[in-house]
């Protein structure tokens, strides 16, 4: 069923084909036109693309037997019981079937077959010939072998048998009479009107070309032609600023960061027992020109106080990093002393660069309290 | 301070300490006048044929305050030294008040209180007593550093939280003791008399219309008064000396003066709540259940005053008023020098122990050690600590069931669960104020120090 709305030219040339030999030899057809044909016509268009996409052409009056199909009835009714039947398959069933009784036997069948049955007797006489692109054949079993033992019913004890909802399945006309049941009147039966082209056989209509003006009118239209349009304007509107807002946001107006590494002057320019705190602002840093462990060396303390993460103040008086927070107190190498802070301040690494100058790199830290300090890494002896 | 000199900072304070005093006088005047109608004046002496009752006294003080109003108003420095605390008190004042003073004074002044109970919920004493204290804050008022640090905006609620909590510990005071008295003579607490009900509507929620709409009214007036205070951008490298935290958080800040953050950051808080959730399955004393009452509850009562009182309200005052830059103390006269000098050098109780005390180096796994026997040397080098603070939490339970009645009733009742459970959480609140004055006092910093590990206690 991959091709379910298009007749492959093959099969529309069949159908064309099977109208003229439908038109010229009427009683080909005969043994299907008094069988219960235009079930297993509409049970062979579920089975079968070609004669799905012809049901689909049917006229308004007979959509009733599109229906049907939809059911999971299947393929064989002649088989099945007919109480199964459902009323728009009994309703098909009976309309078939006074066409079929009611015009002459062969230009009836000619006639019952143009209006829907037409591309389906095409995509039957195919299943029979054996033509390509059919499903096997015991999905849809050709009316003409499924039908012949069984008796014949009538339409109109079809039809009184659906409305009843009886059990006992529809009798032939003899069989009413016997029984004494009213025969419905047939009906004058008219010739059935043309059904109408399918979509896909019609010609497209070329739509006109639009002139600017009428373009942006439309445009206008869709934008503000209505309240509904406007609200949606004005929610697309207020979606897209907030999506331009977030992507502003996405890209805050704050500084970059400073290098990790960088140069903080030569080892000459630190006098004995300094402190350099003018790199606190830009990059967290003290430079340090002071003895530890009784070695003189140039070493960068970080300004994050270990206790709290504050960040502490030099005390040029005291002569220690005093942390405002908690009142830990550190002195001038980085040793904790005071206030509650655990461990001394930590050390950045620190080398003397190829120019000569210091060059501090703030992605390596050693920790005291393991033992790091002892890393030539740390410092520069002076 | 802050660049303008003492008569200009006189004349700002002129106008509100007149308002003040105007304000105390009114207040006086107005207890007179309750006291006189309703016929609750209390005689004080007999003089000839009239008595003096607290009424005229409460209007004497009326008009002492009425007589104080245009000093205050005066903004002239001779003047107002009329009315300030004398520079020599001052003095005194700053100079004995340090952290150990105060957190001590304040659990002497509270048991004080509390034994004293039934003298001071009299009205006529706590009517005294706050006067004194409105009077000593008002006298307070002239000094340019006192006057700095009560009038900024962070920190006006906190004056009035003092106040406050004040009030309502008296009010609870007063009512449980009333209660007590009762009980005593054997009547039912009064709530159980007083079984008048009225309406929700429209009673009740008249009642808390207005007083939606006037504390609505009176915070605009204060947000108006009071600005926000603003300090400059934040910055990661620039911290403001001294750095507070929100007020109600200043007694965490405290705490964190004494502990590692780790400890007085997440596991004390937490114990705080765990300790106040476990209350219900702990407390088997029903008694208390609607009324006031101190003698019915008394541990439940000192534990909670304890808790709250002291290791909150008091550190958060500590806090706001006495602490300055670089966190060190300063007394409520005293000029907030951010260069004060305070010589400390505090050592943990493992350099104590060893080094001082037995005079070897402390012991230290050799360079390249493998992790575990650096672990083990860890432990060995902390093992004075460790084991104090686990015979402290393991053994004083057991010891104060052997020791004292009441433990041992409380054991006897609530099973061995249940009492160390009550017990650890006791000792855990008890080990703040012995922190704190093991900071103080010996310059102790933490029992148990492996700042390898992050572990300090």
Known sequence: ?382 | MHGHNEAEFLKEVAGFLGVYYLALAAMNMTAALYVWKSGKALRIVKLGGTAATTAHLWLLLGLVFLLMAPLGFSGDAATMRLVSVPESFREIINVAMGPMVYTVGSVVGLVVLFVLRRFFVKPTVAWIGLNASLLLMGLSMTDPDFADIVRKADNVPIVGLIFMLGFFTWLGAYRAIENDDRAKRGLPPVEAEQREKVLVWPDLVYIELICMVFLTAFLLVWAIVLKAPLEEPASAVKTPNPSKAPWYFLGLQEMLVYYDPWMAGVVLPSLIIVGLAAIPYLDFNKKGNGYYTIDERKFAYVMFQFGFLLLWVTLIVMGTFLRGPNWNFFGPYETWDPHKVEALNNVDLSEFFWIRWLHMPRPKAPDGAGILRTLAMIVYRESPGIVLLVGYLAIVPHALVLGSRFFRDLFARMGFLRYMVLANLLLMMMLLPIKMICRWGFNLKYFVAIPEYMLNF
């Not at chain 1, 509409?42 to 004669?51: E, F, N, Q, R």
């Not at chain 1, 007919?82 to 066409?99: D, F, I, P, T, W």
């Not at chain 1, 080892?267 to 300094?274: E, T």
């Open chain 1, 1 to 382: 069923m991959s091709d379910k709305n298009k007749m492959s030219v093959a099969e529309i040339l069949a159908a064309a084909r099977a109208e003229k030999a439908g038109a010229a030899k009427p009683t080909s057809d005969a043994n299907s036109a008094d069988g219960p044909s235009p079930v297993p016509a509409a049970s062979d268009a579920h089975g079968s693309p070609g004669a799905e996409s012809a049901s689909e052409t049917a006229p308004p009056e007979t959509a009733p037997p599109e229906s049907g199909p939809a059911k999971p009835i299947g393929p064989a009714p002649a088989a099945m019981p007919r109480a199964s039947m459902s009323v728009a398959e009994m309703l098909a069933a009976a309309r078939a079937g006074k066409k079929a009784e009611a015009g002459p036997s062969g230009s009836a069948a000619a006639k019952r077959a143009e209006p829907k049955g037409a591309p389906n007797a095409a995509a039957k006489a195919q299943a029979e010939t054996g033509t390509p692109a059919k499903k096997p054949p015991a999905k849809s079993p050709s009316p003409g072998t499924a039908t012949p033992g069984t008796a014949t019913p009538d339409t109109t004890s079809i039809l009184a048998a659906a409305r009843q909802a009886a059990k006992p399945g529809p009798i032939s006309k003899a069989q009413a009479a016997a029984l004494g049941r009213p025969v419905a009147p047939a009906k004058p039966a008219g010739p059935p009107p043309m059904p109408e082209r399918p979509a896909h056989l019609r010609p497209r209509e070329r739509a006109p070309e639009p002139s600017r003006r009428s373009f942006f009118a439309s445009f206008a239209g869709v934008l503000f032609g209505s309240s509904l349009a406007v609200g949606f304007s004005s929610l697309f509107v207020t979606h897209l600023l907030w999506a331009l807002g977030f992507a502003r946001f996405m890209f805050p107006n704050i500084l970059t960061e400073p290098p990790t590494i960088f140069k903080v002057g030569f080892p000459s320019d630190y006098g004995p027992g300094q402190v350099e705190t003018k790199y606190v602002a830009q990059f967290g840093v003290w430079v340090v020109r002071s003895e530890y462990n009784g070695q003189t060396s140039i070493y960068a303390l970080r300004t994050v106080c270990t206790h709290l993460g504050c960040t502490p103040n030099w005390l040029e008086g005291e002569q220690k990093f005093k942390c405002p927070c908690h009142g830990s107190g550190f002195y001038k190498d980085g040793i904790n002393f005071e206030g509650p802070a655990p461990r001394p301040l930590e050390r950045y690494a620190v080398r003397v660069a190829d120019d000569g100058q210091i060059e501090v790199d703030k992605s390596r830290k050693f920790n005291e309290e393991m033992g790091q300090w002892k890393d030539p890494a740390c410092y520069i002896p002076v």
